[in-house]
């Protein structure tokens, strides 16, 4: 699994106080929780051992938020995750393979992968068919709770982005890798989407004072460096949202 196995791993959650412009003290809250799971390196199947190790802390993950939001959560309260899950959503599947020999960020992001799928499955709570994991696995990885999260950058974007792994395909059409100083070689053009932000507030009307939280716009930073001996300020591209809260009553 690589030397990322003997790393601890957990979940940070924080519980945001809101004041909407014109209103008075505390009057809504934002639940953030913000992981990084198990890395794999290099090429990635979902019957590694790595990959149900990942699926095991993103299960972990969902009984954590089973245990919390009940308790501090109110209707109409945004719960959002973000970090680095290290599961790769894309399926790396060329879209166009006898026009364009290169995996290409838009047209060929758009379907998900199987990892991403069961990452999906595992974090509502609806768990996974065991044998997608191999014959052997008896895990199912189901919650107790359905919690209906919502993949925010593919559904804006219409695909899944690039955040790790990026590539330049320069005028030739010849591919470059995108960062070589912070990215391990094998890693360097693996075009990986595995960072996110999951939006879940699925009673936004109800909120006792009538605030309502809206996912006004997401999406992925690079944060270049242009000048600097290293081109970018992480091996990963950020994510980004604006949230906004208005009062409609």
């Not at 809101?18 to 809250?29: A, I, L, W």
């Not at 290409?104 to 065991?130: C, H, K, N, Q, T």
């Not at 107790?144 to 990026?166: A, C, M, Q, W």
Request: charged fraction near 25%.
């Amino acid at each position: 699994m690589g030397p990322d196995w003997i790393a601890q791993k957990g979940v940070l959650y924080a519980k945001v106080a809101v004041k909407p412009e014109g209103e008075d003290g505390e009057t809504s809250h934002m639940h953030v929780f913000t992981t990084h799971t198990q890395a794999s390196y290099g090429d990635v199947f979902i019957t590694q051992p790595d990959v149900k190790r990942r699926l095991a802390q993103l299960y972990e993950f969902h009984n954590f938020l089973e245990d919390v939001l009940p308790k501090h959560r109110s209707k109409g309260e945004p719960v959002v995750l973000t970090g680095d899950f290290n599961v790769d959503s894309r399926n790396h599947v060329l879209s166009d393979p006898e026009n364009v020999k290169y995996e290409r960020e838009v047209e060929d992001g758009i379907e998900i992968s199987d990892e991403g799928a069961a990452m999906m499955s595992v974090l509502r709570g609806y768990g996974i068919d065991p044998k997608v994991l191999g014959p052997e696995n008896t895990d199912t990885f189901k919650g107790k709770v359905i919690f209906d999260f919502h993949d925010s950058l593919k559904e804006r974007l219409g695909y899944h982005p690039v955040t790790f792994g990026n590539i330049i395909v320069d005028e030739k059409g010849v591919v470059h890798p995108r960062e070589t100083i912070l990215t391990t070689k094998q890693d360097n053009d693996v075009m990986h989407s595995i960072d996110y932000v999951l939006w879940y507030n699925p009673d936004d009307q109800d909120h006792s004072r009538g605030i309502v939280a809206s996912l006004e716009d997401v999406g992925v930073t690079p944060n270049f460096t242009p000048g600097q001996s290293f081109t970018q300020i992480s091996d990963h591209y950020g994510v980004a949202a604006d949230i906004r809260f208005n009062v409609t009553k």
